[in-house]
């Protein structure tokens, strides 16, 4: 398992919590740049809408704790939830997700390094969320300006 893995996502909740990130923000298209403390993000949301909790794709870095470019894609099921997941970008393979408390992470550096390339290069991203009784959701994201968004969280001190 990635190093830092469940610190990240207690920052991201702590962070995406609190009113002051608006001060430092960047908005490019479908996505926006953040810079809070220790960590800096770049953020989307899904084009529809379903029931269900905050849904929400970040790349986002932590040069303090040596994470860059780290996927976090949270489902809106809640922290109790068994799923499975899966991140496609455009008609490439799909990544499979590592899920912890509703969240999906990418199980390697490597894969996320992958995966950040295709985003950069591409349309669209969907999330598939396939639950024990074998049916499934998906959302879907524009990856339209994270290449800029990931550019102004990049330049995190």
Partial sequence: MKKHLFSG????????????????????????GHKADDVCFAITFPEAERPGGDRYVTVSNRFEEGVEDEIAVVSGFGEEANIEGTIRIDEELPFQ??????????????LEEKAVQQMKAGRELEVKWTKPDGTYVFDEYSLYGMTASRAFANECD
């Fill in 9 to 32: 996502v207690a920052v991201l909740v702590a962070v995406l919590g609190a009113p002051a990130i608006a001060a430092d923000a960047e908005i490019n298209e479908a996505w926006e």
């Fill in 97 to 110: 997700l590592l899920v912890y408390k509703g969240t999906g992470f990418l199980k390697t550096e490597e």
